[in-house]
């Protein structure tokens, strides 16, 4: 079924536990309290002092469920805060780099280069892969690319300081202890060791960045050697990304996305996510943007039509298995980044039609002005979060469509100034 569609862009992600507690200074006492809970004898203490009594807060949580208490002890006692994470889990980006930069990166030149030799001295590794969890040995390539560059930028924070950090306090605390409670199953497990657990300081881990809970729940110990080891492993990490991405309903055989063309009467409210079937879009003039037809068994596959660059840019129909890919991560630049990748990786042509480059971005705190102008005419955004989701996209369409203008949902600095000037 891989020839089903013509495609420009189709196919493109006993250790511890008896260890001797590490030296520390002694914890404050605290008094048990259930999760998600503030100590309550924080008032008037420094940062320090209230982290020490959230580590034996934490400790005291993890002993009563039955984790051991001296592995808990030797892996939370010597945590310290990691004010990176905190610095930029607490400062969100003002701007967002743009679709078409983010996937010039992702399949720059020399990222191409490096995949095709990994891929070829990995071959055999592949071969094994691929065969027992059905995903394209050069979507997991693009994936490892993407995330690490190939296992060369692993990131160097201590995941117990990262992850102690956000549950300590700010905006992910339940996160944080969610993956500490993980990495606690990791260790108990054997399925890593403590001095494996470095990497990104958000907490993700290994050649693929897997978080804790994922990590526990889909990595694989590829060679059977009683250590799943995605740090130095490519066989174990990619085999453990393909086993996330089976599990997560991916089709094999299927594409990711295909680039299509649209008639210039074209009506964008369609790209508001949902699905049609190949021969229900070709009813409405969507077509391969070679101008070919689809074959008759793909006019049943079901696809979303995407312009992510509005109307003067590229448009994507997107299929099963882009959604599963988001699940890795829920980001469309990203998903499109992998699938770039990987048709480079298959030497396949690239993205065929120009995105316009000459546009600037619209900062957060521009689409939240935006978002709030809109409702205060009478377009209905949904609220006002500096986000530009499916609401905002409908209310930039309707009044661009009472203004004259192609309603394509899409905003930019002259858009942008526009809608505030009315």
């Known amino acids: 079924m891989k020839n089903l569609l013509l495609i420009s862009a189709a196919l493109f992600l006993v250790s511890c ?4 507690v590490a030296e520390a200074e002694p914890l404050p006492t605290a008094e048990p309290t259930t999760e998600g809970q503030t100590p309550q004898r924080t008032l008037g203490l420094n940062q320090d002092q209230r982290y020490a009594l959230w580590k034996t807060e934490f400790i005291n949580r993890a002993i009563e469920k039955n984790y051991d ?3 808990v002890r030797s892996v939370i006692a010597p945590a310290k805060i990691n004010a990176l994470a905190l610095e930029r889990d607490a400062n969100q980006p003002e701007f967002t780099k743009p679709v078409w ?6 399949a720059s030149a020399a990222r191409i280069s490096s995949g095709q030799d990994k891929m070829t001295e990995v071959d055999p590794v592949l071969d094994t892969i691929e065969a027992k969890y059905q995903v394209p040995r050069e979507v997991l390539t693009a994936i490892w690319g993407l995330e690490t560059s ?34 606690l199953d990791l260790l108990t497990s054997g399925d890593v060791r403590r001095e494996q657990l470095t990497g990104a ?33 490519p066989g174990d990490a990619l085999a453990s990304a393909a086993n996330y991405i089976s599990r997560s309903g991916w089709r094999a055989g299927e594409p990711v996305m295909t680039e ?22 070709t009813a409405i003039g969507v077509e391969p943007v070679s101008g070919q037809r689809w ?17 003067r840019g590229p448009k994507f129909l997107t299929f099963k298995n882009f959604d599963v890919l988001k699940r890795y ?17 298959e030497r396949k042509p690239g993205i065929q039609q120009d995105w316009p480059r000459e546009d600037e971005l619209v900062s957060f705190e521009q689409k939240k002005a935006m978002q709030q102008k809109l409702t205060d005419l009478g377009y209905s955004t949904g609220g006002v979060d500096g986000r530009i989701g499916p609401n905002s996209r409908r209310a930039i369409r309707a009044w661009q469509a009472a203004n004259g203008l192609t309603a394509d949902g899409y905003i930019e600095q002259r858009l942008f100034k526009r809608i505030m000037g009315q």
Not at 296 to 311: D, H, Q, R, V
């Open 17 to 20: 536990a008896n260890a001797p």
């Open 69 to 71: 208490p001296v592995l």
């Open 101 to 106: 930069s983010y996937v010039d990166g992702a």
């Open 150 to 183: 190939y296992g060369r930028i692993l990131g160097r924070h201590d995941i117990i300081d990262s992850l102690s950090t956000f549950a300590f306090e700010g905006r992910r605390q339940k996160f944080g202890e969610s993956q500490l409670f993980a990495l």
């Open 201 to 233: 300081w958000a907490g993700a881990m290994g050649m693929t960045q897997f978080i804790p809970t994922t990590f526990r729940d889909y990595a694989v110990d590829l060679d059977g050697n009683g250590n799943k080891d995605l740090w130095t492993d």
């Open 260 to 281: 299509v063309r649209l008639p210039s009467d074209f009506d964008y409210s369609v790209t508001d996510g949902s699905k049609r079937t190949i021969n229900d879009w």
């Open 295 to 311: 074959s008759t068994e793909a006019g049943f596959l079901e696809a979303k039509l995407i312009a992510p660059g509005g109307s």
């Open 329 to 345: 991560n829920n980001s469309t630049s990203y998903v499109m980044g992998i699938s770039v990748l990987a048709d480079a990786l």
